[in-house]
């Protein structure tokens, strides 16, 4: 499989995409072409590691991860990710489980399958790689649990302090020795520009070995296809009927894997878009104009994107609004109807759902009643309620319990280190941590 650049260069392999991240020309890469599936290829294919072995299978073409692919997949999809039934009474309704991961959100996915590759294609004792990863919430959090005790890798997190909820903090904070965790006096973009700098400081990079580990690696992407086609293929098998999506959307990351996923030939009929008050992608499928902004605060605050970094795969991939608009679906959710679906999917579901699912449930209810009963709709919950209980439980009054996973991470102890916004403070705290390796370089 070769890579290309969204904006020409290349190509290159599977471990060059995952190593440098991002295209020497400033591009993101894609897999060019896309491998085409049908049903029948996945005819053995029946757990979620069987569909993730056949479906990533082609991008590992000519990588030396090839023959590693059977455990990479073991290590990544270590959790359940199941599709429940809701009560509907109007037309065919789904949940797509994404939480059950150790940080309870779907970004462990990306993160695991990051780790795993990352570990065997530069991981190294002696001179361990260094991930520095500037963390708004939920990204950091599953970074670090990954990279948790790997071998030959280290991680440097930094959040914003009194930023981020209190189980956030703590889920960014009980790692080992080898995850760094720096509590920032400072923004979430002064957080980004110190690991920018770092990044740009040649003696330090030398030093540590450093790589980023953000939303923009191709391999926090390809494996999320995966839940996408096993979810099709599951309801498909019992159904005969294609599936639709209806998926909370930020950056882009996760509705583009899925997506990439009904290229690729899986059994998916609609994809819709569901974003917060941030209004960016909506508005460009409306008016045609590409216009980045100033993320707005909202109470999806991991969906908080004002400037979609994967739109530049998406237009790449697909064309641009006139043909977009055709092809997918797209609604913004704003807070008051956030907090007003938490409440109404509490009370006709008989469970609580996080901020960012129910721009999906609120999605969903606000289909025209045709389209609704039409296809079979499957919605995607991207976290657990519990990690968000401050927004959720005043909601529906009542507690939301904490899931075995999330319960693991709080009882860990905490050890973060306050820091100022400086590059220097940064720089000491790394000494101190890892003084006594990786001096060679
Ligand atoms: C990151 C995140 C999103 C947004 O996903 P994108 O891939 O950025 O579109 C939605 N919900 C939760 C809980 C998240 O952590």
Aim: aromatic share 8%.
């Amino acid at each position: 499989m070769e890579f290309f650049s969204t904006r020409g260069q290349g190509p290159v392999n599977l471990d060059e995409a995952l190593v440098r991240g991002i295209a020497g020309d400033g591009g993101l890469f894609m897999p060019t072409p896309m491998p085409a599936f049908s049903v029948s290829d996945f005819d053995e294919a029946q757990s979620l590691q069987a569909v993730a072995q056949t479906l990533l299978a082609p991008f590992f073409g000519g990588s030396s991860l090839e023959a590693d692919l059977g455990r990479i997949v073991e290590e990544t999809f270590s959790f359940p990710i199941p599709l429940t039934d809701l009560p509907s009474e109007t037309g065919t309704a789904r949940l797509l489980e994404l939480y059950h991961g150790p940080t309870a959100a779907f970004k462990d996915v990306g993160a695991r399958f990051l780790s795993a590759c990352m570990k065997r294609l530069e991981g190294d004792e002696a001179s361990p790689l260094t991930i520095l990863v500037a963390t708004s919430g939920d990204t950091g959090g599953a970074v670090a649990a990954a990279f948790d005790q790997q071998p030959g890798m280290r991680v440097v997190v930094l959040f914003p302090d009194g930023r981020v909820s209190e189980r956030q903090a703590h889920q960014l904070s009980c790692w080992s020795d080898n995850v760094l965790s720096l509590c920032v006096d400072g923004s979430f973009d002064e957080c980004q520009a110190m690991v920018k700098a770092a990044l740009a400081d040649e003696d330090l990079s030398a030093h540590y070995r450093f790589s980023s580990a953000n939303s923009i690696n191709i391999g926090r992407l390809l494996p999320q296809s995966t839940y996408y086609a096993y979810a099709s293929l599951q309801h498909f098998r019992e159904t005969g009927r294609k599936p639709s999506f209806i998926i909370p959307t930020g950056n882009l990351g996760n509705a583009l894997a899925c997506i990439m996923a009904r290229e690729m030939g899986l059994p998916i009929e609609s994809v819709i878009l569901a974003t917060n008050a941030n209004r960016t992608i909506p508005d460009y499928f409306e008016t045609l104009e590409w216009l980045p902004r100033a993320s707005l605060q909202t109470l999806a605050s991991a969906m908080d994107v004002g400037n979609p970094s994967n739109m530049e795969r998406l237009r790449s991939f697909l064309g641009e609004a006139d043909v977009l608009r055709t092809r997918l679906g797209v609604r913004s959710v704003p807070d008051d109807e956030i907090e007003e679906d938490i409440a109404i999917d509490y009370k006709d579901f008989d469970f609580a759902v996080c901020p960012h699912t129910a721009t999906a449930t609120r999605t969903w209810r606000e289909l025209d009643v045709a389209l609704r009963e039409g296809e079979d709709w499957i919605l995607v919950a991207t976290a657990h309620p519990a990690k968000f209980e401050t927004v959720v439980e005043p909601l529906i009054n009542d507690e939301v319990p904490l899931p075995p996973e999330l319960n693991a991470i709080l009882s860990r102890p905490k050890r973060a280190i306050s820091i100022p916004a400086t590059q220097e403070a940064m720089a000491a705290e790394m000494e101190t941590r890892f003084a006594g390796s990786g001096e060679q370089h």
